[in-house]
């Protein structure tokens, strides 16, 4: 059974950082590409950031350049996603998911989710 199961979100102020964890089971981890993305409340799920399966190739949206920093760790089944300098616009829930076939942007493009963990950036 594939299990994707993200931790490290919470309430943080503007300026603020957290580092977001992705634990991976059921699948052969390093063979996937990995991903991050977004949804705020009333909004379409956003790419935020992926890394390729040799964990080389990484990229950002352009509205977290900069701040946020994905990396992956094949030994733990892990992939991260720090966030640095948080905005109030940053507030969705946050995603991890894994593509098996390339190194997409598109959520379409990804076979397997995780159920999310919620950020929320106070003013």
């Known amino acids: 059974q594939v299990q994707l199961l993200e931790s490290g979100g919470g309430l943080v102020q503007a300026g603020g950082s957290l580092r977001l964890s992705c634990a991976v089971s059921?699948?052969?981890?390093?063979?996937?590409?990995m991903g991050w993305f977004r949804q705020a409340p009333g909004k379409e799920r956003e790419f935020v950031s992926r890394?390729?399966?040799?964990?080389?190739?990484?990229y950002y949206a352009d509205s977290v350049k900069g701040r946020f920093s994905i990396s992956r760790d094949d030994a733990k089944l892990t992939v991260y996603l720090q966030m640095n300098s948080l905005k109030p616009e940053d507030t969705a829930v946050y995603y991890c998911?894994?593509?098996?076939?390339?190194?997409?942007?598109?959520?379409?493009?990804?076979?397997?989710w995780g159920l999310g963990t919620q950020v929320t950036v106070s003013p």
């Open positions: 998911a894994a593509d098996s076939f390339g190194a997409s942007t598109d959520s379409r493009n990804y076979d397997y």
């Open positions: 890394i390729d399966y040799r964990g080389i190739s990484t």
């Open positions: 059921g699948i052969t981890f390093a063979r996937y590409t």
